[in-house]
């Protein structure tokens, strides 16, 4: 049985991680704090029904019974799409998640998938595993002669701009609200005309939005066919973002030059789908928001949360709330 806590932990963990290490850098930063992790779905439903504040990746319905005095409960993800958000607001559970922890290691291979494609280090790659010393040409454009467009300015767009801007490129943004600008040198919305004008102009698209009814699909055949030849997809938002069979058309007919996939449609990607195959293509299994520091940046929203709500006497206007 885990101690009794004010703060429980949930025993999921993320990118291999335990959500013991996120317990020990609560502990750290809350002090006064009693942190306990469960480790066993009892241990949960009992933590869950003596604690205030609760921090994990889900909420499973099953504990709401058991959540007579939580005041909060804390998202160690950053989407909040699989929780019963309605019948936790019913009851006065505040919720915020952990948007912002991804943005540096996504900005970072954003820009890994991006240069490979600028510097055909693919193509390298594949020479070396044939042991082959045979001399070949980066892409006839350096990226600061490029145009990328990043799909999506929240805080991990945002944070793939920042770096994307010390190489130099003409960078479009495209948000829900083009009125509210952003860090880039053009922001359009999702109207088809003003999207699609984007979209014949890019050499280079970045997919850092979240999956909802405007963009599931987004990127169908018809985008696929604005795109420029030479250009190239990258999607480290969700898979269904983007139509899979036509995206697989597309490259094997040549009318895009080539994609990095972090998520795919469906997922994992199956054995034997056409896409592994492609040398043009880097698939990443759904790890590019890994990163050392995901507990420690989780467990600091966490707990300046958990300080303001002491200082204020309410959980309100707490950072990343969304209920």
Not at 83 to 95: D, F, K, N
Not at 253 to 271: F, H, K, M, W
Request: hydrophobic residues 40%.
């Amino acid at each position: 049985m885990a101690e009794r806590a004010d703060v429980a932990v949930l025993r999921e963990g993320a990118h291999g991680l335990s959500s013991e290490s996120l317990a020990a850098e609560l502990r750290e930063r809350l002090p006064d704090h009693e942190v306990a992790r469960a480790a066993t779905p009892e241990e949960e439903r009992d933590l869950v029904g003596e604690a205030s504040i609760v921090v994990g990746h889900r909420f499973r319905e099953v504990l709401l019974e058991h959540a007579e005095g939580v005041d909060l409960f804390a998202c160690a993800a950053a989407g909040v799409g699989p929780l019963p958000l309605g019948e936790m607001e019913s009851r006065g559970i505040a919720v915020t998640n952990a948007s912002g922890v991804h943005g540096p290691p996504i900005a970072e291979q954003v820009i890994g998938d991006i240069l490979v494609f600028v510097r055909n280090l693919h193509v390298g790659w594949e020479r070396q595993r044939n042991h082959e010393w045979r001399h070949y040409q980066g892409f006839h454009q350096e990226l600061g002669d490029s145009t990328v467009t990043v799909v999506g300015l929240g805080a991990i767009g945002e944070a793939i701009v920042s770096r994307l801007s010390a190489f130099g490129p003409h960078l479009i943004g495209v948000r829900y609200t083009p009125e509210k600008g952003g860090p880039t040198d053009e922001v359009c919305g999702f109207d088809e005309v003003e999207f699609h004008d984007a979209l014949a102009r890019t050499d280079y698209l970045v997919l850092a939005c979240p999956l909802t009814d405007a963009t599931r699909g987004l990127i169908d055949e018809a985008a696929l066919e604005t795109l420029p030849p030479e250009s190239v997809l990258v999607n480290i938002g969700r898979g269904p973002i983007v139509d899979t069979a036509a995206l697989t058309a597309a490259i094997k007919g040549n009318s895009i030059r080539g994609a990095a996939l972090d998520v795919t449609d469906p997922e994992p990607l199956p054995q034997g789908h056409d896409l592994w195959r492609m040398g043009n293509v880097l698939v990443t299994p759904h790890n590019a928001g890994y990163t050392p520091q995901y507990y420690p940046r989780v467990a600091g929203i966490v707990a300046g949360n958990v300080e303001h709500a002491a200082e204020t006497g309410a959980y309100e206007d707490l950072e990343n709330q969304v209920v």
